[in-house]
């Protein structure tokens, strides 16, 4: 599991993220709404060990992230991230791109880290793209692109942060079904989203952070049926 527990994180003088604890179990998917700027991408990057904290823990399995014996790139591997922007290598084909990883990080040969590659790539529905370079690529399928690059790593938790807000609108929609699909396999998730009937339908939990406070997290029916803070209230009010 995801254990985080009571941290602070800071820019300078200004907190961004202000006594958060949460834990997210295996299997589960959480999905995190607010405004910009409170804090939801920051907390992932923690988790991911790309940013530093003031203060508090963040554990996975059991392993402190922030602590200064953990082996923070063997943790990774465990978490795959995925960002606004995909990040592909222009000059490699989806499958070079995917088998990239696999083959550097985790030594596998050539020929086995270009299987897995193909399978992750038939996993997202890009099977008939393999040999494709991402300029060929519609933006949704770049995204698609950029999950399969992190399924390959064969993670134990997935990050999600904001993986449709780069896209145009007739786009979003086939990368919110590959992560239903990775909900409905069991997949332990935390999606940060502005995509509310996404949030709604496919989460265990949903949280509201405002201003670097975690707000409110309970069920999606109870969370977005009746809201109990104000906060939460005027923003789904703007986003419905």
Same mark, same amino acid.
């Given at each position: 599991?995801?254990?985080?527990?009571?941290?602070?994180?800071?820019? /300078?003088?200004? @907190?961004?993220?202000? /006594?958060?604890?949460?834990?997210?179990?295996? &299997?589960?998917?959480? $999905?995190?709404?607010?405004?910009? !700027? $409170?804090?939801?991408?920051?907390?992932?990057?923690? +988790? #991911? &060990?790309?940013?530093?904290?003031?203060?508090?823990?963040?554990?996975?399995?059991?392993?402190?992230?922030?602590?200064? /014996?953990?082996?923070?790139?063997?943790?990774?591997?465990?978490?795959?991230?995925?960002?606004?922007?995909?990040?592909?290598?222009?000059?490699?084909?989806?499958?070079? #791109?995917?088998?990239?990883?696999?083959? +550097?990080?985790?030594? =596998?040969? =050539?020929? @086995?880290?270009?299987? +897995?590659?193909? *399978?992750?790539?038939?996993?997202?529905?890009? &099977?008939?793209?393999? #040999?494709?370079?991402? $300029?060929?690529?519609?933006?949704?399928?770049?995204?698609?692109?950029?999950?399969?690059?992190?399924?390959?790593?064969?993670?134990?938790?997935?990050?999600?942060?904001?993986?449709?807000?780069?896209?145009?609108?007739?786009?979003? !929609?086939?990368?919110?079904?590959?992560?239903?699909?990775?909900?409905?396999?069991?997949?332990?998730?935390?999606?940060?989203? *502005? @995509?509310?009937?996404?949030?709604?339908?496919?989460?265990?939990?949903?949280?509201?952070?405002?201003?670097? +406070?975690?707000?409110?997290?309970?069920?999606?029916?109870?969370?977005?049926?009746?809201?109990? $803070?104000?906060?939460?209230?005027?923003?789904?009010? %703007?986003? %419905?």
């Amino acid at each position: 599991m995801i254990e985080i527990d009571n941290v602070h994180k800071s820019f /300078g003088e200004l @907190e961004v993220i202000k /006594g958060v604890s949460l834990q997210v179990n295996k &299997g589960e998917v959480v $999905s995190i709404i607010g405004g910009s !700027g $409170s804090g939801k991408s920051t907390l992932l990057m923690c +988790i #991911n &060990g790309l940013e530093s904290i003031k203060s508090g823990s963040i554990r996975v399995d059991g392993t402190e992230v922030h602590a200064k /014996g953990t082996d923070i790139n063997k943790l990774r591997q465990k978490l795959g991230m995925v960002f606004q922007q995909w990040n592909s290598f222009p000059h490699l084909t989806a499958l070079e #791109n995917v088998a990239l990883a696999p083959r +550097i990080v985790k030594g =596998k040969s =050539k020929g @086995e880290a270009r299987e +897995i590659a193909a *399978h992750q790539l038939q996993h997202v529905g890009l &099977g008939e793209k393999l #040999n494709a370079f991402p $300029s060929a690529l519609s933006g949704g399928q770049q995204q698609r692109l950029a999950i399969a690059r992190a399924l390959a790593m064969e993670p134990e938790y997935m990050l999600f942060d904001e993986a449709t807000s780069a896209l145009d609108p007739e786009l979003v !929609g086939e990368v919110l079904d590959t992560m239903r699909l990775l909900a409905e396999e069991g997949m332990t998730m935390i999606c940060v989203t *502005h @995509e509310m009937g996404f949030a709604r339908e496919v989460s265990d939990r949903v949280a509201f952070f405002h201003q670097g +406070i975690m707000e409110e997290i309970r069920p999606p029916q109870e969370l977005f049926g009746s809201p109990r $803070s104000e906060h939460l209230q005027r923003f789904l009010a %703007k986003v %419905k």
